[in-house]
Nanobody, 118 residues
Framework: QVQLVESGGGLVQAGGSLRLSCAVSGSSIFGINTMGWYRQAPGKQRELVAVVTSGSGTNYQDSVKGRFTISRDNAKNTVYLQMNSLKLEDTAVYYC???????????WGQGTQVTVSS
């Protein structure tokens, strides 16, 4: 059974940094897939933050370009989101996402809270 477990969230002051991790179990990410991070703030729609494909392509939301970096370690079955220069508007629950391209199956983590304070 595929499970995604996020970690690394917490409280940080504006301008600070956090690194989120998402560990995948029940499926090898060596396959053809897309992994990414989404976030949802209270009262707002869930939005894409960043994605990385098994072919190493990446895409970022404009608001995080230059500040966030997504990466993956296939040997560890883990995807990361390095977040630098955090802003108040980055406050949200961050969700890990995993999609197997061939089957179309997709999975979500439980989410990890990121709170940026002034």
């Amino acid at each position: 059974q595929v499970q995604l477990v996020e970690s690394g969230g917490g409280l940080v002051q504006a301008g600070g940094s956090l690194r989120l991790s998402c560990a995948v179990s029940g499926s090898s990410i060596f396959g053809i897939n897309t992994m990414g991070w989404y976030r949802q703030a209270p009262g707002k729609q869930r939005e894409l933050v960043a994605v990385v494909t098994s072919g190493s392509g990446t895409n970022y939301q404009d608001s995080v370009k230059g500040r966030f970096t997504i990466s993956r370690d296939n040997a560890k079955n883990t995807v990361y989101l390095q977040m630098n220069s955090l802003k108040l508007e980055d406050t949200a629950v961050y969700y890990c996402y995993y999609r197997r391209v061939i089957s179309g199956l997709e999975y979500w983590g439980q989410g990890t809270q990121v709170t940026v304070s002034s």
